[in-house]
């Protein structure tokens, strides 16, 4: 995912001279909007904006400085002053007024924009033409009306360049609950931010506030924990205190001990956290002092605990680590024993729906599977004939 906005089609909105920003009309709810601000301040305590403040005086009229002698204004020139530099003043009422709250769902907001880092103007031009972000498997296209009111097309990034017209459109956040139920093969999705998001929808002109309700309800707590992170607030409880916290059936993970249950916590997350499987970046380690030895992938948001995905896995493989190795004997040729391995990891990749079904040089082959089970396999359903378990003969 890139850290930096782009602008759609890379479209390049500066000239010689700078960004070449839209024309930008004051709306009426700006400006009651900054007298309301003025309102609420004591005569002389300025109201900042980029590149100049206004405050009022101790006569009721306004006085406006940027950077040069102050200058005296009444309402009406104020208005007029104030609509000469509409860019900067919609900035302003987009994040204080509109968006609101300094929490996750501003700085999100500003984060799409590169709000912190860039001036009115460069943002204002690429807005003009459309900043794309990522966020999973989102695609999230910024662009500005020409009264400064932000808009924000929502798709899956799959759809990129998708005319709406050939997507199914939606207006309400709620809405985004039943495109995250089913994958693309329309198998429940247990885990939301798992790679597997559905796409063929778009929510085409959301405001600030709907595009936030709509990622988060796609994505939960991802940019609450997304937010965290960046204040250096985020919580982690890693895996033995996620543990310690199990009670009933889950109870059964506490019996892994410290020794051979940090090996077994390295495959659990080897299986559930690597990036093919979600999109998340864990942060929980073994414990506190101790952290894994995979890597936690390259998640935009970051995994704060063990999910309960990861959490139910583990207690059905603790339970399977339980049982004693056995040795069995059976023969296999060289190619039927890398058969076997190709078969394993086209199951754990995922990628068993790719290969072609007139394609036998693929181990996995349906047809070459079932060959192997044809020739290997009793009428049990024992490989090579050998029992799982022969005592039970």
């Not at 609509?83 to 919609?90: D, K, L, N, P, Y």
């Not at 009933?248 to 506490?254: A, E, L, S, T």
């Not at 979600?278 to 995994?303: I, M, N, S």
Request: hydrophobic share 35%.
């Amino acid at each position: 995912m890139s850290d930096q906005p782009q602008a759609a089609d890379s479209a390049d909105a500066a000239d010689a001279d700078g960004p070449e920003v839209p024309v930008i009309d004051l709306p009426g709810d700006a400006f009651d909007a900054v007298l309301d601000a003025l309102d609420d301040r004591d005569p002389d305590e300025p109201l900042r904006f980029e590149g100049f403040s206004v405050a009022r005086d101790d006569d009721g009229g306004y006085v406006l400085a940027d950077g040069g002698r102050p200058e005296p204004l009444t309402e009406r020139e104020l208005h007029e002053a104030l609509s000469e530099r509409a860019a900067a003043v919609t900035d302003w009422y987009a994040f204080e007024r509109v968006v609101g709250e300094f929490g996750p769902r501003r700085a999100f907001l500003r984060w799409i924009e590169d709000a912190d880092g860039e001036t009115v103007a460069t943002r204002y031009a690429a807005l003009a033409e459309g900043i794309e972000r990522a966020w999973g498997e989102l695609k999230i296209t910024a662009t500005i009306t020409d009264r400064g009111e932000r808009r924000y097309d929502l798709r899956h990034a799959d759809d990129a360049g998708v005319p709406v017209d050939d997507l199914e459109t939606h207006e309400d956040p709620l809405g985004a609950r039943e495109l995250v139920t089913l994958d693309e093969k329309g198998r429940y999705r247990p885990l939301k931010t798992a790679p597997s998001l559905a796409g063929g929808w778009v929510f085409p002109d959301l405001g600030p506030r709907d595009l936030y309700e709509t990622v988060e309800t796609i994505y939960p707590a991802t940019v609450a924990n997304w937010h965290r992170e960046r204040e250096g607030e985020l919580d982690v409880t890693h895996w033995r205190e996620t543990m310690e916290r199990q009670s009933g059936i889950y109870g059964v993970v506490k019996t892994w001990d410290r020794g051979e249950g940090y090996e077994h916590v390295n495959w659990v997350a080897e299986a559930c956290c690597d990036d093919s499987q979600c999109l998340k970046r864990r942060e929980w380690q073994y414990d506190e002092d101790t952290d894994l030895d995979v890597d936690g992938g390259d998640g935009a948001f970051p995994c704060r605990e063990p999910c309960s995905v990861v959490v139910s896995a583990a207690r059905k493989w603790t339970r399977l680590e339980s049982e004693q190795p056995r040795t069995y004997e059976f023969e296999l040729t060289p190619s039927e024993k890398e058969q076997v391995e190709d078969i394993i990891d086209a199951v754990a990749d995922g990628r068993t729906d790719e290969i072609r079904e007139a394609d036998t040089k693929e181990g996995a082959n349906r047809y070459r599977a079932r060959f192997l089970r044809a020739k290997r396999f009793d009428d049990e359903g024992n490989l090579g004939g050998v029992p799982t378990d022969p005592d039970a003969e």
